[in-house]
């Protein structure tokens, strides 16, 4: 392909000169040969006659001229494409390889436009051309950063600014040097400008959290209603001094910000910097209990370069997000740092467990800034754990500890029980029996399996009531079959309610071994609405109990229980094949509670729309059913109306998994697979991988509510909807936010759940429940809420609440433990001016109320291990912390500037919520009754 190679551009008393070198055989067609300039449809915008300015043996170059004042073009930013034509040919213009910067122009001036001469990849020539008079028609302030350095937390930058002719059209605007991510995490600094000159210093945070990847420099123009953001460039002879390499220490590991350059742009990256050892050696020493580790790393490594006080072998341990920190010996040989350490297992193995313990390897380079994190990684660690097993006995179980390397080559560190290999392999009904067969096999053959009893325990999961049958064992040594029958007429002791879950547990119990775990399907396909097998117990009764056997999404097995009248349970059985008969519609959120979208929602509809036949399912005796009894069309959930109002419902509408407001398993009945299904959420997705994917539902949802086109888009790929499926109208619990919202000096302490967490023993050892104990008992705390006249409230999830009440005695008036259902929650966001939470998404409600929060990530690592939707920085607006130190300074930080939220929400406030009125119940009827009529986007992976 032929180009014509840009020598220089040059402006003389408003003349406009393009050197343009061409080919020797064009020299014959000079009379015939055109630079012009086309617009990204091909339209041709501006042709110039070119003259010969000097040539050589090869080559031409023409010289091509324009008035700058005479250019009309129309007032939107737009890109403008330069080509040679010659004799019916044409070829695009591009950069010369030496081209000469020194004594060629950036950019000219009209009196309408700025142009702004810029270059592709491939080195075309290409003009970014914007009006003068509208901030949101220019592409393109001309800046040119000069120079980059780094000192501890800062970056200092020097550059160029098209500063005069800017202010002359905007007298009022502020510049500003900004460090930026693609979803809009930002750090910046002002710039001090002098002429066309500017300096600034951005401070890099060493408390916040920094997402890594690409970091775009760009100058931020501020002013009265409106803010832009134009792209730093950077000049050629610039480069060399604009190259930086800072470290940042980072809580849980260090991090590296390097700048990049590329077709005259400037950007960072941020990225972690692991270290990885030339040779390693790790032996466990049986008589003291002791890992001996040694270490060679090579010594010019620029991890060492910058040096360092101490050096330790650095354990993070990815539960509590804490750190055991054992100290190094140093020794150089030759080209290498030989570092040599210790690790008592003793430390690392206290207490009971029931899941794996596991720890991240990293080396902490010890400065006056801090640690400084490296994660330790390597290929040839593959082998590592065979060579560092250890075992270990109790009383009641065996353990093992050992290094290993993860799925990304990192070093780990792992203490677990002996690996049980457990599932149910076949099951069945026979004659009102649950029969289950499968089998047991331990990893490391470490037991005595003749002397082996195995037990199933099925369990209330509400009461924690149980019962107990033994099991058959029979097979080979090792690898040991069972067999366990379950008469369900017996389960009715542990059936207490109208709807009850019953958990599997299998335990094996033998000499130097207890070992009770969950018991599931080892092969399956996970559907939240199926059914296994089910049967019913006392047909002929007057009371009726029918049992359904479903899965978790982990496979584990349970049983779901509904005890009906005789008259409701022939209803249900007649009904079964009939289709919706009334337009009648059914709202709810967890049996329990009316407090979430679910209630204003149906508030709503019964306030402006009694036309439509809507009721709302609660538990008779839940502390929220007596709001409800003023709004009226309450059913008990199991009551005799209930069940007929289900039957006849043809849309069924709910905040969680619509069997929450079920009286029967809803894939058993017609009229609901037929039924309109709707998904109310009761929050902002976009955190933990929620299992709402359409593909775990044989009857999904018809419309999914969101608050974003952002998380529409993210339910649309991840989720496996259909765009006109999912509907961005709000959530319905925002429109009486704003209402009576008059803080006070209070902060909300709100955690989420662990779903670990599954009965009292569990909660009382997990380092949740401990953290959270540590904190609300912090001398600290009471410091600081008594010296800025605060209080805080305490609503524990659900879950805890009845242990922390009966258990914990909370001796300071300061702190209020508040019980489901006492206050409304929604009452809770308007009335605390603070929120403290660790993942629970009803941090949106707080942040769409413009107020701050504090986020306690102590253990990320294991409650994002399934995955997380959208990036931290998009979803987690505010401060974000690991350890208690940090929560109570971030509190008083708060407190400080009286409470004022970050920066950043109200520049990511947008990513969030999409419609900011009152009107999202409104929204939400009429994609029910009309469907969503959002266009869908030409791309929506790129959205």
Same mark, same amino acid.
């Given at each position: 392909?032929?180009?014509?190679?840009?020598?220089?551009?040059?402006?003389?008393?408003?003349?406009?000169?393009?050197?343009?070198?061409?080919?020797?055989?064009?020299?014959?067609? &000079?009379?015939?040969?055109?630079?012009?300039?086309?617009?990204?449809?091909?339209?041709?915008?501006?042709?110039?006659?070119?003259?010969?300015?000097?040539?050589?043996?090869?080559?031409?170059?023409?010289?091509?001229?324009?008035?700058?004042?005479?250019?009309?073009?129309?007032?939107?930013?737009?890109?403008?494409?330069?080509?040679?034509?010659?004799?019916?040919?044409?070829?695009?213009?591009?950069?010369?390889?030496?081209?000469?910067?020194?004594?060629? *122009?950036?950019?000219?001036?009209?009196?309408?436009?700025?142009?702004?001469?810029?270059?592709?990849?491939?080195?075309?020539?290409?003009?970014?051309?914007?009006?003068?008079?509208?901030?949101?028609?220019?592409?393109?302030?001309?800046?040119?950063?000069?120079?980059?350095?780094?000192?501890?937390?800062?970056?200092?930058?020097?550059?160029?600014?098209?500063?005069?002719?800017?202010?002359?059209?905007?007298?009022?605007?502020?510049?500003?040097?900004?460090?930026?991510?693609?979803?809009?995490?930002?750090?910046?600094?002002?710039?001090?400008?002098?002429?066309?000159?500017?300096?600034?210093?951005?401070?890099?945070?060493?408390?916040?959290?920094?997402?890594?990847?690409?970091?775009?420099?760009?100058?931020?123009?501020?002013? &009265?209603?409106?803010?832009?953001?134009?792209?730093?460039?950077?000049?050629?002879?610039?480069?060399?001094?604009?190259?930086?390499?800072?470290?940042?220490?980072?809580?849980?590991?260090?991090?590296?910000?390097?700048?990049?350059?590329?077709?005259?742009?400037?950007?960072?990256?941020?990225?972690?910097?692991?270290?990885?050892?030339?040779?390693?050696?790790?032996?466990?020493?049986?008589?003291?209990?002791?890992?001996?580790?040694?270490?060679?790393?090579?010594?010019?490594?620029?991890?060492?370069?910058?040096?360092?006080?101490?050096?330790?072998?650095?354990?993070?341990?990815?539960?509590? +997000?804490?750190?055991?920190?054992? $100290?190094?010996?140093?020794?150089?040989?030759?080209?290498?740092?030989?570092?040599?350490?210790?690790?008592?297992?003793?430390?690392?193995?206290?207490?009971?467990?029931?899941?794996?313990?596991?720890? =991240?390897?990293?080396?902490?380079?010890?400065?006056?800034?801090?640690?400084?994190?490296?994660?330790?990684?390597?290929?040839?660690?593959?082998?590592?754990?065979?060579?560092?097993?250890?075992?270990?006995?109790?009383?009641?179980?065996?353990?093992?500890?050992?290094?290993?390397?993860?799925?990304?080559?990192?070093?780990?560190?792992?203490?677990?029980? *002996?690996?049980?290999?457990?599932?149910?392999?076949?099951?069945?009904?026979? %004659?009102?029996?649950?029969?289950?067969?499968?089998?047991?096999?331990?990893?490391?053959?470490?037991?005595?399996?003749? &002397?082996?009893?195995?037990?199933?325990?099925?369990?209330?999961?509400?009461?924690? &009531?149980?019962?107990?049958?033994?099991?058959?064992?029979?097979?080979?040594?090792?690898?040991?079959?069972?067999?366990?029958?379950?008469?369900?007429?017996?389960?009715?002791?542990?059936?207490?309610?109208?709807?009850?879950?019953?958990?599997?547990?299998?335990?094996?119990?033998?000499?130097?071994?207890?070992?009770?775990?969950?018991?599931?399907?080892?092969?399956?396909?996970?559907?939240?609405? =199926?059914?296994?097998?089910?049967?019913?117990?006392?047909?002929?009764?007057?009371?009726?109990?029918?049992?359904?056997?479903?899965?978790?999404?982990?496979?584990?097995?349970?049983?779901?229980?509904?005890?009906?009248?005789?008259?409701?349970?022939?209803? *249900?059985?007649?009904?079964?094949?009939?289709?919706?008969?009334?337009?009648?519609?059914?709202?709810?959120?967890?049996?329990?509670?009316?407090?979430?979208?679910?209630?204003?929602?149906?508030?709503?509809?019964?306030?402006?729309?009694?036309?439509?036949?809507?009721?709302?399912?609660?538990?008779?005796? @839940?502390?929220?059913?007596?709001? /409800?009894?003023?709004?009226?069309?309450?059913?008990?959930?199991?009551?005799?109306?209930?069940?007929?109002?289900?039957?006849?419902?043809?849309?069924?509408?709910?905040?969680?998994?619509?069997?929450?407001?079920? #009286?029967?398993?809803?894939?058993?009945?017609?009229?609901?697979?037929?039924?309109?299904?709707?998904?109310?959420?009761?929050?902002?997705?976009?955190?933990?991988?929620?299992?709402?994917?359409?593909?775990?539902?044989?009857?999904?949802?018809?419309?999914?509510?969101?608050?974003?086109?952002?998380?529409?888009?993210?339910?649309? +790929? $991840?989720?496996?909807?259909?765009?006109?499926?999912? @509907?961005?109208?709000?959530? @319905?619990?925002?429109?009486? /936010?704003?209402? +009576?919202?008059?803080?006070?000096?209070?902060?909300?302490?709100? #955690?989420?759940?662990?779903?670990?967490?599954?009965?009292?023993?569990?909660?009382?050892?997990?380092?949740?429940?401990?953290?959270?104990?540590?904190?609300?008992?912090?001398?600290?705390?009471?410091?600081?809420?008594?010296?800025?006249?605060?209080?805080?409230?305490?609503?524990?999830?659900?879950?805890?609440?009845?242990?922390?009440?009966? +258990?914990?005695?909370?001796?300071?008036?300061?702190?209020?433990?508040?019980? /489901?259902?006492?206050?409304?929650?929604?009452?809770?966001?308007?009335?605390?001016?603070?929120?403290?939470?660790?993942?629970?998404?009803?941090?949106?409600?707080?942040?769409?109320?413009?107020?701050?929060?504090?986020?306690?990530?102590?253990?990320?690592?294991?409650?994002?291990?399934?995955?997380?939707?959208? #990036?931290?920085?998009?979803?987690?607006?505010?401060?974000?912390?690991?350890?208690?130190?940090?929560?109570?300074?971030?509190?008083? %930080? @708060?407190?400080?500037?009286?409470?004022? #939220?970050?920066?950043?929400?109200?520049?990511?406030?947008?990513?969030?919520?999409?419609?900011?009125?009152?009107?999202? %119940?409104?929204?939400?009827?009429?994609?029910? /009754?009309?469907?969503?009529?959002?266009?869908?986007?030409?791309?929506?992976? %790129?959205?």
């Amino acid at each position: 392909m032929s180009y014509g190679e840009l020598l220089k551009v040059e402006e003389v008393e408003g003349i406009v000169s393009f050197y343009i070198e061409l080919n020797k055989k064009y020299e014959s067609f &000079e009379k015939e040969l055109s630079l012009v300039f086309q617009n990204k449809e091909k339209d041709l915008v501006l042709s110039l006659p070119g003259i010969v300015d000097n040539s050589t043996n090869e080559s031409v170059v023409y010289k091509f001229s324009l008035n700058r004042n005479e250019i009309n073009l129309p007032a939107e930013k737009k890109n403008y494409y330069l080509f040679i034509t010659a004799q019916g040919k044409k070829f695009r213009v591009r950069f010369i390889n030496n081209f000469d910067e020194n004594h060629s *122009i950036d950019y000219f001036e009209t009196n309408t436009h700025l142009f702004f001469v810029r270059r592709d990849r491939h080195r075309r020539v290409f003009f970014r051309t914007g009006s003068l008079c509208d901030l949101e028609a220019m592409y393109d302030l001309p800046n040119f950063i000069t120079s980059i350095s780094s000192d501890r937390d800062t970056v200092l930058a020097s550059g160029e600014i098209l500063n005069d002719t800017f202010l002359t059209h905007f007298p009022d605007a502020q510049f500003f040097l900004t460090l930026r991510t693609s979803n809009g995490v930002n750090m910046k600094a002002p710039l001090l400008i002098k002429g066309n000159e500017y300096v600034a210093k951005i401070e890099i945070p060493q408390d916040r959290y920094l997402p890594k990847g690409k970091w775009n420099f760009f100058i931020l123009v501020n002013g &009265e209603g409106f803010e832009k953001y134009f792209p730093c460039y950077i000049k050629r002879r610039h480069e060399e001094n604009c190259h930086i390499e800072m470290q940042i220490p980072g809580f849980k590991e260090s991090l590296v910000l390097r700048t990049k350059m590329k077709n005259g742009k400037i950007s960072g990256k941020l990225s972690a910097q692991p270290i990885k050892p030339d040779s390693f050696n790790i032996k466990f020493r049986e008589a003291d209990q002791t890992y001996a580790i040694h270490f060679k790393f090579p010594k010019d490594s620029k991890i060492f370069t910058k040096g360092f006080d101490e050096i330790y072998l650095r354990l993070h341990q990815r539960d509590t +997000n804490e750190f055991f920190d054992y $100290k190094c010996e140093i020794d150089i040989k030759g080209n290498h740092l030989e570092v040599l350490s210790a690790i008592q297992i003793h430390q690392l193995t206290n207490g009971t467990i029931d899941s794996a313990r596991r720890w =991240d390897v990293y080396l902490g380079i010890k400065r006056s800034e801090g640690f400084f994190n490296h994660r330790i990684k390597n290929q040839q660690l593959s082998l590592i754990n065979k060579i560092t097993t250890a075992y270990l006995k109790s009383d009641e179980d065996q353990y093992y500890t050992m290094f290993y390397r993860t799925k990304y080559n990192g070093l780990s560190f792992v203490y677990s029980r *002996i690996p049980l290999v457990k599932y149910v392999n076949d099951y069945h009904i026979d %004659n009102g029996r649950l029969i289950l067969e499968g089998i047991t096999k331990f990893s490391y053959n470490k037991f005595n399996h003749e &002397e082996i009893i195995v037990s199933l325990v099925l369990v209330n999961r509400m009461t924690e &009531e149980s019962l107990v049958y033994k099991g058959r064992r029979y097979g080979g040594k090792q690898k040991k079959k069972f067999s366990i029958e379950i008469p369900l007429k017996e389960l009715d002791a542990l059936v207490n309610n109208f709807k009850e879950i019953i958990d599997f547990y299998l335990v094996m119990e033998g000499p130097g071994l207890y070992r009770k775990v969950k018991i599931g399907l080892k092969e399956f396909d996970y559907y939240k609405d =199926d059914i296994q097998v089910h049967d019913a117990v006392d047909t002929n009764s007057e009371i009726v109990t029918e049992y359904y056997l479903t899965i978790t999404p982990k496979g584990n097995l349970k049983l779901e229980s509904f005890r009906y009248n005789r008259k409701s349970y022939e209803l *249900i059985q007649r009904s079964a094949d009939l289709a919706p008969s009334k337009n009648v519609w059914l709202v709810g959120e967890r049996p329990d509670t009316a407090q979430d979208n679910g209630l204003r929602f149906f508030e709503y509809i019964r306030e402006n729309h009694p036309e439509i036949e809507i009721y709302y399912a609660i538990e008779e005796h @839940a502390p929220d059913a007596e709001k /409800l009894k003023s709004i009226g069309n309450v059913l008990f959930i199991g009551s005799d109306e209930h069940i007929e109002k289900s039957i006849e419902a043809s849309k069924f509408i709910g905040t969680h998994d619509l069997d929450y407001i079920l #009286p029967f398993k809803g894939a058993k009945m017609k009229n609901y697979r037929e039924a309109q299904k709707i998904f109310l959420q009761h929050g902002v997705l976009g955190r933990k991988n929620v299992p709402y994917h359409k593909k775990y539902y044989k009857y999904p949802f018809d419309i999914f509510i969101v608050s974003s086109i952002p998380e529409k888009t993210m339910v649309v +790929n $991840k989720f496996g909807y259909e765009w006109h499926e999912v @509907a961005a109208t709000g959530l @319905a619990r925002f429109d009486k /936010l704003q209402e +009576n919202h008059h803080p006070n000096r209070e902060i909300l302490l709100i #955690p989420t759940w662990r779903e670990w967490i599954v009965n009292e023993e569990k909660l009382i050892n997990s380092s949740y429940f401990n953290k959270y104990l540590s904190f609300i008992t912090s001398a600290r705390l009471a410091e600081i809420l008594e010296r800025y006249d605060l209080k805080l409230n305490f609503y524990p999830h659900y879950r805890m609440q009845e242990y922390i009440a009966d +258990n914990i005695d909370i001796d300071n008036k300061r702190i209020r433990l508040i019980k /489901l259902g006492e206050v409304d929650v929604q009452n809770l966001i308007k009335d605390n001016i603070l929120m403290i939470t660790d993942y629970s998404s009803v941090s949106f409600d707080f942040t769409y109320l413009r107020k701050p929060v504090i986020y306690y990530h102590f253990d990320p690592d294991m409650f994002f291990s399934t995955g997380i939707l959208r #990036p931290i920085e998009e979803t987690f607006l505010g401060d974000i912390v690991s350890t208690e130190e940090e929560l109570l300074n971030k509190i008083e %930080n @708060a407190a400080l500037r009286d409470f004022r #939220p970050l920066e950043i929400v109200d520049e990511r406030f947008d990513w969030i919520f999409t419609v900011q009125d009152q009107n999202n %119940n409104q929204r939400i009827l009429d994609v029910i /009754l009309n469907g969503i009529q959002e266009e869908e986007p030409l791309s929506v992976e %790129n959205n």
